[in-house]
């Protein structure tokens, strides 16, 4: 079975950093898409960063650019979202998906980890 763990999430001050795990099990990197994403109350939840099965391509939303950072380590089965330079609008849950799927830049995930919230103050 696929399973994602996420953790990471804290409380931080504007302009301050987090790194956000994902423990992975179930399935290989090469063979999904992967992807960080975010909610917040009475929104949809939105895009951060994926990475696409079919041809390794990372996108990274347009609010998140020069920020944010997606990384994979494939010897313990981990990604990881590194947040710099974090701003009130940040706030949100996030989540890490994988999904069979050839590209990436969806929501559309089969599977989901559990959300880790991330709280950045002004």
């Known amino acids: 079975d696929v399973q994602l763990q996420a953790s990471g999430g804290g409380f931080v001050q504007f302009g301050g950093s987090l790194r956000l795990s994902c423990a992975a099990s179930?399935?290989?990197?090469?063979?999904?898409?992967i992807g960080w994403f975010r909610q917040v109350p009475g929104k949809e939840r939105e895009g951060v960063v994926c990475?696409?099965?079919?041809?390794?391509?990372?996108y990274y939303a347009d609010s998140v650019k020069g920020r944010f950072t997606m990384s994979i380590e494939n010897a313990n089965n981990t990604m990881y979202l590194q947040m710099d330079n974090l701003k009130p609008e940040d706030t949100a849950l996030y989540y890490c998906?994988?999904?069979?799927?050839?590209?990436?830049?969806?929501?559309?995930?089969?599977?989901w980890g559990q959300g880790t919230q991330v709280t950045v103050s002004s």
């Open positions: 998906a994988a999904d069979r799927r050839i590209y990436c830049w969806t929501t559309l995930y089969d599977h």
């Open positions: 179930g399935f290989s990197f090469d063979d999904y898409s």
């Open positions: 990475i696409s099965g079919g041809d390794g391509a990372t």
